[in-house]
């Protein structure tokens, strides 16, 4: 499935930028507690496997989105919706914007879910035995300068569901992918690549005790290297990036606070 599709590669320039691009696009692509209304699929249905510069700018990207995602979980088993909508249809808490500047634009929407022992449907976080977050996402990147001109496209999801709410200990299952696509022409060069990142809870998730800090793994998979995201239960949530052969890749670890229970 994967291959590769460009045109003419020489030099490492669109390599670098497309490094840094990736850093940039995932830092807004995971907004803390929440992350197209209309998602537009990938440009090319080819695929590219990872280098090692790419895969650490993904790595070091994608660590903080992870810690921002488990941060999220108290607040929504607590109900936090101030910026949903009920929908009595769906019978669920919905959310969406769209934004553009500069030559960058962007789709989000959110829904929670809150259920009851029974797996049914209930409006409020209280009493709620469950919940279902989603995340869809799509934006648009553009420049061209100097005769170079540079475009991104990318695709943001995950699918988590919450267990424990209303006890001691809340639990996060759940996964999610990135797909992002991108074409650069000028001085000589023309290179059109599209790379996919797809992330999962290892095991039984990540928990995160009322009165503690949270621990679990979740691992990032950019083929051929991988990263593991590990809550050590102290505060911190360390990411550790891997080849394919399964050799840590110096340079490729990240270490970041997380916030605890009470």
Not at 109 to 130: E, H, I, K
């Amino acid at each position: 499935m994967r291959s590769l599709t460009n045109n003419n590669r020489s030099g490492h320039a669109p390599r670098a930028l497309a490094a840094l691009m990736l850093i940039a696009l995932l830092a807004v692509a995971g907004c803390g507690d929440d992350d197209d209304s209309n998602p537009t699929g990938p440009i090319d249905p080819q695929v590219s496997d990872f280098d090692q510069a790419t895969a650490m700018a993904q790595a070091q990207a994608a660590a903080p989105q992870g810690v921002a995602l488990v941060e999220s979980m108290s607040a929504m088993a607590e109900g936090y919706n101030k910026s949903y909508g009920w929908n009595p249809d769906t019978q669920r808490w919905e959310s969406s914007e769209t934004w553009s500047q500069a030559g960058y634009t962007y789709n989000w929407s959110y829904t929670v879910q809150y259920l009851d022992a029974g797996g049914n449907p209930q409006q409020d976080a209280s009493g709620a035995a469950s919940a279902r977050h989603t995340m869809n996402g799509s934006g648009n990147y553009a420049l061209d300068q100097g005769g170079a001109a540079l475009e991104y496209d990318f695709l943001y999801t995950y699918d988590t569901t919450m267990t424990g709410l209303n006890t001691d200990t809340l639990v996060l299952q759940g996964s999610g992918e990135t797909d992002i696509d991108y074409t650069y022409v000028g001085n000589g060069v023309n290179v059109s690549d599209t790379y996919a990142m797809s992330w999962q809870t290892v095991g039984n998730g990540v928990s995160f005790p009322t009165n503690g800090c949270p621990s679990g793994t979740i691992r990032y998979d950019m083929s051929p290297y991988h990263m593991d995201l590990v809550f050590d239960g102290q505060g911190n949530a360390n990411g550790t990036l891997y080849d394919g052969g399964g050799n840590e890749v110096a340079g490729g670890s990240s270490s970041n606070q997380v916030s605890c229970g009470k």
